[in-house]
């Protein structure tokens, strides 16, 4: 606590010594003996020798100067013999007395404590959001914790916001504090009395839903919250659609570790695609040691030289002439053996490794081409997260002058995960690339919600559809009539079309009815080595 004033001496010959604070002597029956200097301005110049505190308190509060009710009881206090006692200023200050008694009679000190009052306040809500804070979700935790009854019927959803941070990075944080506080005010009206709702982090909420009959209480509540949280907002003239995605983990532990395990079924269902929810089991904890494990080893690869590019080939069906090659990227482990790409690739997006991971992928790629016969391309994939990088334009104008290989002759290939996520900063860097004279392909094709839409907002080069189709494009009449789809409009918009995942002949007769150009696949060509796709290169050119 930091005293109000500098030190001055008290008003009063009878009285010797000095006090930093605020203060006054009382007589037994409430009339001032004496006051220190800072006593003066503190009270707006009421304080008398003689006085009577009740008076010069009640002038006080007439005045504005502290709250309503302020005089009643601080009297309280003085008579009731109190060590301490706090009060308000009008203007909103927090002030503790703190009471003495001396020879001299009874003393009032007055100290401003409104920073410690109000960091005891922050710690148990969240400032923006009026919403409990983490400290107080625990507490909440631990009472129910008490209780072998209370804590079986409890469970914590963690709430995480999807695209919020395109929100912020469109519209401003104005726009983003708005948005939160409407979320938080949505959700709770969703909780029942016995509930707690915080804020945990810049755009996660965490509940403790404090009865029902578990898990199923919980994911009845988790879908709600993502049905209502999802519906569209209207704040300053704005119209802003965001997501959420919930992580279920039942009070059974711990309060740190509840939040924990609740946390990894969040990622889980960020992991399975967002807009769901995920219950913790114990499953995840060994993905989560895995996923760790997976971190260290991506590091060492990166310095020992692990990974390494695989080319597979793709065909223009007409004639059966190479076209080019996609570059897949490979890991190869020393005591694990092979690892997936399924596998790695989410990790190094999550531990921020895939830039480094992609541009070294480029690079090689590039300049592997580059020693191809010119007619033919490469195809290299990017990842979501790498638009996030101001630097991937100039992370591929550096490749192909490291490389040599003209800009034609690369085709980049990005999923409609990268336009979901920020489809306007997507949509501009991929303006940027094109005007390099890059080849743009969108890939996975037909799996997103929004395929035709991005085909409106940019002229790709290519569409790939999804292996999803092809597989069961004998026995499944739907995906026939997608593939068709699909292939007659790429014609209409001039876009070339590539079937990928192509494994019999049958699926190469029919996509090549449908009007397919391209074709990838098990059948035409499995991934081959930097030198096989080399020699292959060279020999259709011969």
């Not at 969040?266 to 929810?277: I, M, P, Q, R, V």
């Not at 059966?320 to 482990?333: C, D, N, P, Y």
């Amino acid at each position: 606590m930091t005293a109000i004033a500098d030190k001055r001496c008290w008003h009063d010959a009878d009285v010797s010594g000095t006090f930093e604070a605020p203060g006054l002597r009382l007589r037994s029956d409430g009339r001032i003996v004496a006051f220190s200097g800072p006593a003066v301005p503190f009270f707006a110049g009421r304080l008398q020798v003689g006085a009577m505190l009740n008076d010069v308190l009640a002038g006080c509060e007439k005045s504005g100067l502290t709250k309503a009710g302020s005089t009643g009881s601080i009297m309280a206090a003085v008579a009731g013999g109190d060590d301490r006692h706090l009060f308000e200023m009008g203007d909103g200050r927090t002030i503790l007395i703190e009471f003495g008694e001396s020879h001299a009679g009874r003393s009032l000190r007055f100290v401003d404590v409104s920073y410690v009052v109000e960091m005891t306040v922050s710690q148990q809500r969240d400032l923006l959001t009026g919403l409990a804070s983490r400290a107080a979700l625990l507490r909440r935790l631990s009472e129910l914790g008490d209780g072998a009854s209370s804590r079986q019927g409890s469970a914590v959803l963690y709430v995480d916001l999807d695209r919020f941070k395109a929100v912020n990075d469109t519209l401003g944080h104005a726009v983003g504090d708005l948005l939160l506080k409407r979320v938080g005010d949505r959700i709770a009206k969703m909780i029942g009395p016995g509930d707690l709702l915080a804020r945990v982090g810049g755009d996660e909420f965490a509940l403790v839903q404090g009865s029902g009959t578990q898990p199923e209480a919980a994911q009845s509540l988790a879908a709600r919250i993502i049905e209502i949280v999802s519906r569209t907002y209207l704040i300053g003239g704005h119209s802003v659609q965001i997501g959420a995605s919930v992580g279920i983990s039942l009070n059974d532990d711990a309060p740190d570790e509840v939040i924990r395990k609740a946390d990894l079924a969040l990622f889980k269902a960020k992991s399975d695609g967002k807009g769901t929810y995920h219950l913790f089991s114990a499953a995840l904890d060994h993905e989560a040691q895995r996923r760790r494990e997976l971190e260290v080893a991506l590091r060492r690869a990166l310095v020992l030289k692990e990974f390494s590019v695989v080319y597979q080939p793709q065909y223009r069906i007409a004639g059966k002439i190479l076209a080019g090659f996609e570059s897949l990227v490979r890991w190869t482990t020393s005591d694990r053996g092979p690892i997936s790409p399924v596998e790695f690739i989410p990790v190094a997006e999550q531990v921020g490794m895939i830039d480094q991971l992609g541009e070294w992928v480029l690079r090689t790629a590039c300049t592997e081409a580059a020693g191809w016969p010119d007619e033919l391309t490469v195809a290299v994939n990017l990842s979501p997260v790498q638009f996030r990088n101001s630097g991937l334009i100039s992370a591929v104008a550096s490749a192909l002058a490291f490389s040599g290989l003209p800009p034609s002759r690369l085709d980049l290939e990005i999923t409609e995960g990268a336009l979901i996520e920020d489809a306007d900063l997507t949509l501009s860097i991929l303006r940027e690339l094109k005007a390099m004279g890059v080849r743009i392909s969108i890939d996975d094709f037909g799996t997103g919600y929004s395929s035709l839409s991005y085909l409106q907002k940019f002229p790709f080069d290519k569409i790939k559809i999804d292996r999803s189709f092809i597989t069961t494009l004998e026995t499944n009449t739907d995906s026939a009539a997608i593939v068709r789809a699909v292939t007659a409009l790429g014609a209409s918009l001039g876009m070339v079309t590539i079937a990928e995942g192509v494994e019999t002949e049958d699926q190469l007769r029919l996509v090549a009815r449908d009007g397919c150009t391209q074709a990838q696949g098990y059948l035409t060509g499995r991934p081959l080595s930097a030198s096989d796709a080399m020699s292959l290169a060279k020999a259709t050119k011969g």
